[in-house]
């Protein structure tokens, strides 16, 4: 049933706690007992629900000012046929008496201060002859009377004044979708999987195992980079998903180049997990610079994930007889899977720009080296690739960091090399 909180137009940039969410759900049923529809109802519907409802901060306020709700329950004048003002307007009115306390939500405590305004003369004649003003609910919410050692009193910040002056968290509900073309992904490779399982073409086992590893790490890409848009989007950047980053689209993320030609290239070339998307995020959006870290950090997380998973599968089952199983060459596409997964997380993480490691902790540093940095970052991802494929020591180490977190997953270096070794190379 429809009620005055529907997402409509004139609500779209309005966020309700959940206290005034249902002060107005509850004036949507006085409007229906009167056999009205519940987004019919009126200003006094709204201030009755205030003054039945418990536990809200407009009920607490005003019992701290010394009225009694059923008081001014007592004093709204009865029906005479003629509706009042909307409740649509009531909350429009309470969200612009929220923006002028710096408020980012409507709670209770606004519905009441718009029962006040001039265009609700019903309402705003029942609170004021029970004592109550605009001027002392806007006081009394900003700040509060507390006694002093001395036997005074002093006015110190309200907390939920301060509460309310804290940006919320977006809500991820409704934002998020699932691309047909995700799903498409998804059983292209898990079809690819099944084929290895069942050894349906021996011949080009090769060739199935890195159509399973591209699929599955093309599928690993979309959880990483969903995630930085997530994070972003619950900081306060929405424009993620207006883009489509919310909704696991590998074509939302995509660079011909950069996500498609050259991470099958290192895949083909060695088995490095190469970063292959982006999201794009408005930084001047996020709220803080730890949230800026945070959405760095969200996709390596991803990434790590997806591995973990992986990892899980081979902590279960064992290794003893996998190699020489009929479905050996499946849980080898699996480990060089979960062998290049550990790979993008550890590369992800070097601090180095254009990687998520810079990213993490970029936000800290001063504005003068962050500029003199992004200058050189595409010599510096340059110089980390040749330094990983010509520098003997570098290759070694990032390698053997590799095998050697994958190893305590239980991925056995074994099914990797065996994996290596059947697919086609450059």
């Known amino acids: 049933m429809p009620d005055v909180t529907s997402r409509a137009s004139w609500l779209a940039d309005i966020t309700l706690t959940n206290d005034a969410r249902n002060v107005l759900q509850r004036a949507g049923s006085f409007a229906s007992a009167r056999g009205l529809p519940p987004e019919d109802c009126d200003a006094a519907d709204v201030l009755l629900a205030l003054m039945q409802a418990r536990g809200t901060l407009a009920e607490r306020t005003i019992r701290a000012l010394g009225v009694d709700p059923d008081a001014v329950i007592r004093a709204i004048p009865p029906r005479d046929g003629a509706a009042g003002l909307p409740a649509r307007q009531v909350v429009l009115n309470a969200y612009r008496e929220a923006q002028v306390l710096g408020h980012y939500q409507v709670d209770s405590i606004h519905l009441l201060l718009a029962m006040l305004y001039s265009d609700t003369p019903a309402t705003s004649a029942a609170l004021q002859g029970a004592g109550i003003s605009l001027y002392d609910l806007r006081r009394h919410l900003q700040s509060t009377t507390v006694p002093t050692d001395h036997g005074g009193s002093r006015r110190v910040e309200n907390r939920a004044d301060a509460a309310l002056r804290r940006r919320p968290l977006n809500s ?3 934002a998020v979708t699932l691309s047909p073309v995700f799903l498409g992904l998804v059983a292209f490779t898990v079809a690819t999987g099944a084929a290895l399982w069942f050894n349906l073409f021996p011949q080009q086992a090769g060739v199935v195992i890195i159509l399973f590893v591209l699929g599955g790490w093309v599928i690993s890409l979309c ?3 969903f995630a930085h848009a997530a994070v972003a989007y619950l900081a306060g950047d929405t424009s993620v998903a207006t883009q489509g980053y919310l909704s696991f689209n590998p074509l939302r993320y995509a660079n011909l180049f950069m996500s498609t030609i050259l991470p099958i290239l290192f895949l083909l070339l060695g088995g490095i997990g190469l970063p292959g998307g982006a999201v794009y995020i408005n930084h001047a959006a996020i709220r803080s610079r730890a949230w800026d870290s945070a959405v760095s950090l969200a996709g390596p997380v991803g990434t790590a994930l997806c591995a973990l998973a992986i990892m899980a599968v081979f902590s279960v089952i064992g290794q003893d007889t996998l190699l020489t199983s009929p479905n050996g060459d499946f849980f080898s596409a699996l480990a060089f899977l979960g062998f290049v997964e550990v790979s993008a997380v550890v590369l992800n993480l070097i601090p180095v720009p254009g990687l998520d490691g810079f990213g993490i902790i970029a936000p800290w540093l001063p ?12 010599f510096a991802m340059i ?5 990983l494929w010509y520098l003997p020591p570098v290759r070694d180490a990032y390698f053997q960091t590799i095998f050697s977190i994958a190893a305590i997953g239980n991925i056995d270096p074994v099914l990797v090399l065996s994996a290596l070794s059947r697919i086609p190379h450059l």
């Open 172 to 174: 991820l509900r409704g």
């Open 223 to 225: 959880v990483h980079e």
């Open 367 to 378: 504005l003068s080296a962050r500029y003199v940095i992004y200058r050189y970052a595409t």
């Open 383 to 387: 110089g980390l690739f040749v330094a």
